[in-house]
Each structure stands twice: as structure tokens, then as C-alpha cells.
């Protein structure tokens, strides 16, 4: 069973800057697209990011393109989103998913094409 455990919220005041991590157990972290997703009260999921199993292709949604970085330590089993420029918008609790299929080249926006999730962490940006 594969455990994804997400950290690194907090509340930021806008314009700031905060760092998620997200530590997968299990060997095969490595062959897997990894992305993170929002969701705000009241909203429906949102797509934030994707990486390919092999980092070599990252897609971000355009609401956050420019400001939001992903990136993964494959040896640490680790992926991480790097969120500068911070808005109030932004404000939501941020999780990871694993990839439901190995090896994909551009990790899906679809939250129904990943197989596990993280319980998520509170990100809160103050204006």
C-alpha cells in the first residue's frame, strides 16, 4: 500500500513564499507521475501541477504558472511544490497523488487518472 504524507503549509501573508513536500512510502516512487491538487470550501478540486516519472516534463495550471514550481527527489521518494508570489486565491487545502499508470511522459490533469492521495495540508494566504 502506497502512504503519501504531505507537509509544509502554514499561513503566509500574500507575496510570500511557501515550500510543500510530499514523502511516498514503497519502491516504486520513481515510476510514477506525481502532481498536486487543490481545493478550496465550497469549490471543486483543482488541478495544480504535474511531473513525469522521470522530472523531465513538468505542466503547470495557468493560474499558478510562473509562480509554482514542481519538482522531485526520486531518491529521497519526494515530491516537492515551491509557491512564490502567494495570493489570497491560493488559499486551499494542497494534495499530492501518485499516478495510477507507470511511466507516463506528462503526468495527467484528470485528479480520477491518480490511484493514491495524501490527507492534504492547509495553505492560507492573508492579504
Known amino acids: 500500500q502506497v502512504q503519501l504524507v504531505e507537509s509544509g503549509g502554514g499561513l503566509v501573508q500574500a507575496g510570500g513564499s511557501l515550500r510543500l513536500s510530499c514523502a511516498a512510502s514503497g519502491r516504486t516512487f520513481s515510476s510514477y507521475a506525481m502532481a498536486w491538487f487543490r481545493q478550496s470550501p465550497g469549490k471543486e478540486r483543482e488541478f495544480v501541477a504535474a511531473i513525469s516519472w522521470s522530472a523531465g516534463t513538468t505542466y503547470y495550471a495557468d493560474s499558478v504558472k510562473g509562480r509554482f514550481t514542481i519538482s522531485r527527489d526520486n531518491a529521497k521518494n519526494t515530491v516537492y511544490l515551491q509557491m512564490n508570489s502567494l495570493k489570497p486565491e491560493d488559499t486551499a487545502v494542497y494534495y499530492c497523488?501518485?499516478?495510477?499508470?507507470?511511466?507516463?511522459?506528462?503526468?495527467?490533469?484528470?485528479?480520477?487518472?491518480?490511484?493514491?492521495w495524501g490527507q492534504g495540508t492547509q495553505v492560507t494566504v492573508s492579504s
Open positions: 497523488a501518485r499516478d495510477a499508470s507507470r511511466f507516463r511522459v506528462v503526468g495527467p490533469v484528470d485528479g480520477d487518472e491518480y490511484a493514491y
